[in-house]
């Protein structure tokens, strides 16, 4: 599907325009499944969902579809799916997804990167910046937290450096954010594994039985032994910020 394909209810006119646009372009969607009625205080997060994945292969191509299906389940209205089909979204593509969903009033209340990270060393860095390479051009954490605002959101991180990723948001971030990986500050170049596609399994299983924060926050714990959790929140109206907890699984 294309950066502009978003899960929302649009003007007839146009969706059908969207809809007629997709299939000419050949572009693959994601099945959407049953939508569970999780309405009320117990429903998804509130903004929009982001889901990035910058490696086209079968195994976090399926990332990307149990995120899309879990939230789906907890009756998120608008998601948006970059690099779900044969290759990586444009540098480009993502900055204009970030600068459309803040021109609708709108803000990013779930962002899920999953693929390969890397460290990009011509940043300035003694040892680099995390980042994730898309078709043309990095994406550094520093520049994703110009990105994601002031929140409040919930961030998953699903790739290698994850945890230089917390760290470097945790520097630029003002606002409530709620950080996640299933990587550890003395690992972070962990590999691949099916840690993602259970943890959105978990959380899809307990749509509205408990906050959406709470919730993937359980299942957080649940899936991913050893992994880095922050709490990003601001104190005050100038959104200064302080850490409230730094949590490792044991």
Not at 40 to 53: I, W
Request: with cysteine; hydrophobic share 35%.
């Amino acid at each position: 599907m294309s950066v502009k394909h978003l899960f929302y209810i649009a003007p007839t006119a146009r969706a059908t325009l969207l809809v007629v646009s997709l299939l000419l372009a050949g572009t693959a969607l994601i099945p959407k499944p049953e939508r569970n009625s999780a309405g009320g205080r117990n429903s998804g997060p509130d903004g929009v969902a982001v889901l990035l994945n910058n490696d086209p292969s079968p195994r976090h191509q399926a990332n990307l579809t149990m995120a899309y299906e879990a939230l789906m389940n907890w009756g998120v209205e608008r998601i948006i799916c970059l690099g779900d089909g044969s290759e990586p979204p444009r540098l480009a593509e993502v900055l204009q997804t970030f600068e459309d969903i803040r021109r609708d009033g709108d803000f990013v209340g779930l962002f899920y990167l999953t693929g390969h990270g890397a460290l990009l060393h011509s940043s300035g860095r003694e040892h680099g910046e995390a980042c994730v390479m898309l078709r043309d051009r990095p994406l550094t954490a520093s520049r994703l937290a110009d990105l994601l605002g002031s929140g409040p959101a919930t961030v998953y991180l699903d790739q290698c450096y994850a945890p230089g990723f917390i760290e470097t948001l945790t520097l630029h971030l003002n606002g409530d954010f709620l950080l996640l990986t299933d990587k550890n500050t003395d690992n972070p170049q962990t590999s691949c594994r099916d840690i993602s596609t259970a943890l959105w399994d978990h959380l899809a299983s307990r749509a509205g039985q408990a906050p959406f924060r709470d919730s993937i926050y359980a299942a957080w714990q649940e899936t991913c032994p050893g992994g880095t959790c922050r709490q990003l929140v601001s104190r005050d109206s100038s959104l200064s910020l302080s850490v409230n907890y730094d949590i490792s699984n044991p």
